[in-house]
């Protein structure tokens, strides 16, 4: 089976998306969490892309693949937010992947999903309230994550555990938010 995030950041790129993967996954995660999915193509490629800047041509193409790709992820995302157990995760490169670049990914990822709260209404952490709130203050922290210089053979254990660490720490993160974003607040 295709590794989904390669396939998605092919789709992007053949589309001429602005964003990669991790980040349109992100943005993805954000709105569903926010309850606030844009069924449009134009809303979507706002997000995505910079339509303005594309042809017709290439906004159709972008539009026909990967619009129905997105709307799948989407689908797999709300049923893994509400599925017992919460089978979610970020979409990110595999773990064989380069620590950097897979670092460099989560941190797109965090502000793809902080612009999909955004877009949604949630803003800010304020508007969470407990532990939702301090679950988006990480995420917007996490937000800088980036490439950092290559690791020596001794700290690439401790830099993948590190990580491992993080992105766990995201996916909590993020249960809590969609959790308390269904709360009736008081």
Do not use: N
């Not at 993967?21 to 995660?29: F, K, N, T, V």
């Not at 897979?102 to 969470?128: E, I, N």
Request: charged letters at 25%; aromatic letters at 4%.
């Amino acid at each position: 089976m295709p590794d989904p995030h390669a396939r998605l950041a092919r789709r992007l790129a053949e589309g001429e998306a602005q964003v990669g993967a991790s980040e349109a996954h992100g943005i993805l995660s954000g709105l569903v969490c926010a309850a606030a999915v844009p069924q449009s193509l134009d809303a979507l490629l706002e997000l995505l892309a910079e339509p303005r800047r594309m042809s017709a041509c290439r906004k159709k193409s972008l539009g026909e693949t990967l619009l129905a790709l997105l709307r799948d992820i989407h689908r797999g995302l709300g049923e893994g937010f509400t599925e017992e157990g919460f089978h979610f995760a970020p979409l990110l490169p595999e773990d064989d992947a380069p620590i950097a670049g897979r670092a460099a990914a989560l941190g797109a990822w965090c502000r793809g999903f902080v612009l999909g709260l955004s877009r949604g209404g949630l803003d800010q952490p304020g508007k969470l309230g407990g532990d939702g709130a301090d679950a988006l203050r990480d995420i917007m922290a996490i937000c800088g994550a980036r490439e950092e210089p290559a690791f020596g053979d001794g700290d690439q254990t401790e830099a993948d555990l590190a990580y491992e660490e993080l992105r766990e720490h995201v996916k909590i993160g993020v249960q809590l938010i969609f959790d308390q974003a269904r709360r009736p607040q008081p």
